[in-house]
Structures are given as C-alpha cells and as structure tokens.
C-alpha cells in the first residue's frame, strides 16, 4: 500500500488543481501548511494571516461547511471546516473567497482532515517523546544521561551546538496550592510554544516528579524573553533559574545551577527577579545547596544565634548587614542607608555590646556577614 501524500503536498497538489493559493489552519487558528505563494498580493496575504490568523474571529462552521468571512486588510477569505470521522472541527481550508466553492473541495477535505490529524498525532508522540528524553537528561543515571543526549540531536529535537543552557522552572513549594503546582508545565509549554511560533529554533523541555519544570536551549537564554513569557497572570507566581553553557552531556550540571538559582529566587524574592541566572544569584545560589526552609536559629553560625537572641530590631539588622555589606565603610554605609554617621556608630556600638568578637576582625564580620545572609534566606530575621 502506498504511503498517503504528507499534508504540505496534497495541499500543494489541490492549490494546482484549484488554481488558488491555499492554507491549513489547526484547530486553534493557527497557521500549519500552505501552497506556494507567488505573486506579491499572495505572498502579502499569507504574511498577514501567519502574523493575525489566531486572533482572528473563529468561522461559524459547526453547523454549515463553509463560511465567508471579510478580513481587514486582506478580503473575503472562505474558510471551510475540515472534521475528523467523529465529526470534530480540526481545522480550516482557507483560500480567498471569489464566489462560489470550488466543487473539488468535497473530496479534498476529508483527506486534508486526516492528513492534519496524522501530522498533530504525529507531533504529539514527538512532544511526549521529547519530554522523556529531557528527563532522562538531567534526572537519569549517566548510561541514561548518555543515551539522551545522544537521541536529542539524532532525533532532531535540539539542533547541533558547542554549548547548552538549563532552566529549572517552579513555584515556590513553601506556599503553593496544590494547583500552582500544575503550572510548572504550563510554564514549560508556554515556552516551547513560543519558541515555536516566533522562530526555527530548538529547545526542549519536560516536568520532573518533583514538579520543577525544565527547559534545554542549545544558546544563552535571553531572560527578559523569558520573563516576559513568566508574567502571563496563567503562569504567575512561576520563578526560573538559568544554568550555565555547557556541553550536552554536562547539561544536569547545568540544570543544577539552575535549580540552586531557582531556589534563592523564591528563598529572597525580594533580591532577585522572576528569572535568575547562576551567576546573578551568587552567593545565594551556593547557600541554597543547604535546607534552608527548615532550617531554626540553632542552625546558624554562634555569633549570628547570639545576636538574633539579643536583637530584635529590624532597623539594627538591617543597619548591621549593610555595614557588612559596604566592607565596614561607614561613610559609604550611612550614605546608603540615608542616617547621619553618629547614628550609624550609635546603632553599630549597640550591637557590639552583643557580639562576641570585634566588628574590626576580618574573621567575625565574614561570619556575620554569610550567617546573617543565611538567617534572610531562612526567614529568620525579624519583621
């Protein structure tokens, strides 16, 4: 038995019977095959539809075939429904509207319908297979990491580069509904998607079980993209971290990077954006290798436990912690916290009655410094 025409040539081949351009919009208005389009005014249609078509208001077709429906600034376009054999609309045939149908469309969009539906059958088994070898990616032991790699460019999900980058994807666990969760792959999706619209490019993505979603680029993740993309109120409050490039079979490397970046985003949202990198999450991201959401003052350095114990003015800490900050420059410090410099020694001498150490040795203010960081990142401080 011979193999059916894929859907872009029995398109191609009605176009030529026709004499008229065609398109094949799937069931979300969404542009996905189209015949040679040659002359100015067609090719102009055509951009014009692949740039609106999926605002467009959708044809009335589930009770009539066919329907005429007047674009601004392209014309009459028919649109004519192509069903699958449960009689579900699945897309739409369109071409410019100069009268009546072509008789010729009766028997050609049956098979045009079945085509369309191999092909998304076909794209969801892609969908989910690339999902599965993402997984085994950054999540499998290494023969399995090995094999994933190696099957996403044989298989063409992720184009041939020197260098990948990860992205871990989340809501933050401590406070999430149990349906926030679900929009880890929302997140995942939107993005494939959009990547997919917009360009040719390749990335990969899939939700582990601990629903952290995750994301592969074959280049550096442009982030304000991607935060646009996050701030869709769908996917809100989704936080990303971005891993490093690295090679392919470095990627869990990567994508660990990713997930630290992620965790100190949502740790101290107030420090870092939706979407943190490794590298702008410092210090952040290595102490998030620790349970910090656990975490009690029992668990910080003795000199930040002690004065936590003894101090719990707000003011005072902040104070303290951007004085540490500034490297013990007290001129730069009461300039950043805007307060007179006798203030700042007033604040300063009330909690050195408490360390035990001087604020002048290197040693204690390093270990004030990170504690303190740790105590933030744990929701220790106070107010």
């Known amino acids: 038995m011979d193999r059916s025409p894929e859907l872009d040539d029995a398109l191609q081949d009605l176009s030529e019977e026709l004499g008229c351009r065609l398109v094949v919009l799937d069931a979300g208005m969404r542009a996905v095959a189209w015949s040679i389009h040659e002359s100015p005014e067609d090719r102009r249609r055509l951009a014009h539809l692949l740039t609106h078509s999926d605002s467009w208001e959708r044809p009335r077709t589930s009770r009539t075939p066919q329907q005429v429906i007047e674009i601004p600034g392209v014309g009459p376009l028919l649109f004519t429904r192509l069903v699958d054999a449960r009689r579900q ?3 739409h045939l369109v071409l410019p509207s100069t009268g009546s149908p072509p008789p010729e469309l009766g028997h050609a969009t049956e098979r045009l319908a079945a085509l369309l539906q191999a092909r998304q059958q076909n794209a969801a088994g892609r969908s989910a297979r690339a999902h599965e070898l993402t997984v085994d990616l950054v999540a499998g032991d290494a023969p399995v990491r090995a094999r994933a790699a190696e099957a996403l460019i044989a298989e063409r999900f992720l184009s041939s580069s020197a260098s990948y980058c990860a992205v871990a994807l989340g ?13 880890a792959g929302q997140a995942v999706a939107r993005t494939l998607g959009f990547v997919r619209e917009t360009s040719t490019a390749t990335v990969v993505g899939g939700v582990l079980d601990n629903q952290v979603g ?4 074959p280049r550096p993740v442009v982030v304000p993209r991607l935060v646009r993309i996050l701030a869709d109120p769908q996917v809100t409050p989704v936080r990303a971290g971005v891993g490093t490039l690295m090679a392919l079979e470095e990627a869990p490397r990567s994508f660990e990077q990713a997930r630290l970046a992620w965790r100190a985003s949502w740790l101290a949202p107030r420090d870092h954006g939706t979407v943190t990198t490794w590298d702008a999450a410092g210090l952040d991201a290595t102490l998030a290798r620790m349970p ?5 003052r029992a668990d910080l350095p003795p000199v930040v436990r002690d004065l936590l114990g003894a101090v719990d003015s707000p003011d005072l800490i902040a104070t303290l912690t951007a004085y540490l900050d500034a490297g013990g420059d007290a001129r730069r410090t009461a300039g950043e916290l805007g307060i007179h410099r006798s203030t700042l ?6 909690m050195r009655s408490v360390i035990a150490g001087d604020l002048a040795d290197g040693a204690v203010r390093a270990e004030l410094h990170t504690g303190l960081r740790m105590a933030r990142l744990a929701g220790l401080l106070p107010g």
């Open 345 to 350: 020694y007033y604040r300063l001498d009330k």
């Open 89 to 91: 609309i699945v897309g």
């Open 292 to 296: 910090l959401e656990s975490f009690t």
């Open 171 to 183: 809501v933050d666990p401590r406070t999430a509904a149990p349906s926030d969760h679900e929009k």
């Open 214 to 217: 995750v994301l592969i680029f």
